[in-house]
């Protein structure tokens, strides 16, 4: 079975530093996706980690832990318009047509 | 602009009614998806073409029929929908290559069933 796990809700203030954490447990694990929903819109990419660490990505960094089926996506220097939903999602193949599974989403307020 | 456009955004029906919602990526990718986005529930994978084959179906009710003409359209044609379909619908699409095989999502069809 799929399972994935992250916070519904957090709250932070704008300039700050704020993590949002994932775990999962899977019966196939390829990879780790991080993407971001603003209200209304479409989600856009932000991160891929297929092997253990941290990836950054300007004020973004992703991290995963394969064999505690951990992860966890950095926003540095908060700004307002980083308020939205944060969606973890794994994938259990590499190539072909993807079967993500997908959490139920972080949603992310940045306070002035 | 995503690359993956889907109309209408905005959808209102009643269950006697039949209706259509439509995809279109001019990415070059492969493989498009239909996913059902409802309120505290996480994404809902309901159909998979790759290749214009359609290779995953999840159990969904057959009230929901997809259609894949080619590789660049994809449609999902409802009829005798419930109140509980009333959801966001995302279309998306990937390139099916090795790597980080990303998807590529619409900005969705807000469908409310009366």
């Known amino acids: 079975g799929q399972n994935i796990d992250q916070p519904t809700e957090m709250t932070a203030t704008e300039g700050a530093i704020v993590q949002i954490n994932c775990t999962y447990q899977t019966s196939g694990f390829n990879g780790l996706f991080w993407y971001q929903q603003h209200a209304g819109e479409a989600p856009t990419f932000l991160s891929y980690n297929v092997l253990d660490g941290l990836e950054e990505k300007g004020r973004f960094s992703s991290f995963l832990s394969r064999s505690k089926g951990y992860s966890y996506l950095l926003l540095k220097e908060l700004q307002m318009k980083d308020s939205a939903s944060y969606l973890c999602?794994?994938?259990?193949?590499?190539?072909?047509?993807?079967?993500?599974?997908f959490g139920t989403g972080t949603k992310l307020q940045v306070i002035p | 602009e995503t690359g993956v456009t889907q109309t209408p955004r905005h959808l209102v029906m009643g269950m006697t009614n039949k209706k259509s919602l439509k995809c279109e990526q001019h990415l070059g990718h492969n493989a498009m998806y239909w996913y059902k986005q409802s309120a505290k529930k996480p994404l809902e994978l309901m159909f998979v073409?790759?290749?214009?084959?359609?290779?995953e179906n999840n159990s969904v009710p057959s009230r929901f029929s997809p259609e894949c003409p080619n590789s660049s359209h994809l449609f999902l044609h409802l009829h005798t929908l419930q109140p509980e379909d009333s959801a966001l619908y995302l279309c998306a699409s990937s390139h099916g290559q090795a790597g980080a095989n990303v998807l590529t999502f619409g900005a969705g069809s807000r469908l409310t069933v009366l």
């Open positions: 073409y790759s290749l214009e084959e359609r290779v």
């Open positions: 999602a794994v994938t259990p193949r590499s190539g072909g047509y993807q079967k993500v599974t």
